[in-house]
């Protein structure tokens, strides 16, 4: 029998030269990807394009395969919009971009001189996808950026990212979009934050773009999320943008128009990293200190709380009675979402750090049950 042909991997290490490419742009302001979430007609993607020329975007963005949740579902113009996007870089000098899914969607984008391509978070979550891709652009000299997986899995992001390195593909971003939750949230896609930050401490020098208007879903949500952004050092935005938002073909909930892109893009603070301030960074240090307190008071009451489960767990155990009880957990998780609210601390904060808690008392208890 034959042996499996093992796929060569090419270990991926951060280095400066990963942000050469937007280094090149020389731009003095956050990179701006902004365009219609889908290509319809070859006027309203011109439209659009030209209400962008002369603003802070430098590349215009639009879907012409649209990999959508249910069939049904418009799902794209099709390779027809790709003459419309090389339209939009003749007649505006915008760079031009859009989604790929298949060897196909690449091929064809290359051929139309595409210059930056994304891989969605669909295929993200698909290694095969995610390869079959790589073996097409491998060795091209594009801009390759890659929206996280649908799930908050960081490996899985990176893996694309490392499976299109071991490509001989050098020009690479990330996209950060938001993960799907059950979970009840104002939001589109929960932001989790924090994946995106350890992607950051991994990889600093690989372009981290936000995606606000998938995040949010909803238009009056993409102001604030994209200042966060920012203020967590993200390299630049991805905005949906469309010259008539409420009758867009898809998404048009979190579309905004190229005026109201121009005031979000005005109003925002681009912060520094750091300064080297005599008084900011005694003050800071301070605050610090403060910081490294709190933090291990937590770490002392949830160490305490953890040994009052276990004793619990001894009393279950001796009277054989069940671990999980829900009445009783849910009783705290809205005592502790109404207390989190006095605190100025969100309700979603607070669900999320207390079913953490939880889980990690269950199993405290499981072991003293089991044990």
């Known amino acids: 029998m034959a042996l499996p042909i093992l796929q060569k991997q090419i270990k991926m290490e951060n280095s400066k030269e990963m942000s050469a490419w937007l280094e090149d742009f020389g731009l003095d302001h956050p990179l701006v990807i902004a365009g219609p979430c889908s290509a319809e007609t070859e006027e309203q993607v011109l439209k659009i394009a030209h209400e962008l020329k002369d603003t802070d975007v430098t590349v215009f963005r639009a879907g012409i395969w649209k990999p959508r949740t249910r069939p049904g579902m418009f799902e794209g113009v099709g390779a027809i919009g790709l003459d419309w996007l090389k339209k939009v870089k003749d007649q505006t000098g915008l760079l031009i971009s859009t989604e790929v899914a298949n060897k196909d969607h690449v091929k ?11 891989i969605g978070a669909r295929s993200t979550v698909s290694p095969f996808i995610i390869q079959e891709i790589a073996d097409a652009l491998n060795g091209t000299d594009k801009i390759v950026l890659v929206k996280n997986p649908v799930n908050p899995d960081l490996a899985l992001w990176m893996g694309g990212l490392e499976r299109l390195y071991s490509a001989n593909i050098k020009k690479l971003g990330v996209i950060h979009r938001g993960f799907s939750t059950y979970d009840k949230s104002k939001y589109r896609n929960n932001p989790e934050w924090q994946i995106a930050v350890e992607f950051q401490n991994k990889f600093p020098d690989i372009p981290l773009i936000c995606d606000p208007s998938h995040i949010a879903g909803r ?55 750091t300064t080297d301030e005599k008084s900011y960074q005694i003050e800071l240090e301070t605050l610090r200190e403060q910081i490294d307190v709190s933090d291990q008071i937590i770490l002392d009451a949830l160490g305490k709380r953890m040994k009052v489960a276990e004793s619990i767990g001894t009393l279950k155990k001796g009277n054989n009675v069940a671990v999980l009880q829900n009445k009783r957990w849910n009783e705290i998780l809205q005592t502790m979402k109404a207390r989190g609210g006095e605190r100025g601390l969100s309700e979603e904060f607070i669900t999320r750090i207390f079913k953490a808690i939880h889980q990690e008392s269950i199993n405290h208890q499981e072991k003293v049950i089991n044990g």
């Open 108 to 118: 064809l984008a290359l051929e139309a001189d595409v210059d930056i391509l994304w």
């Open 219 to 273: 238009r009056d949500l993409i102001f604030n999320l994209s200042q966060r952004a920012l203020d967590l050092n993200f390299d630049g935005l991805m905005i949906e943008t469309h010259w008539d938002p409420d009758n867009a073909w898809s998404d048009a909930k979190q579309q905004v128009t190229p005026g109201r892109l121009v005031e979000i893009m005005n109003n925002l603070k681009i912060r520094k990293v």
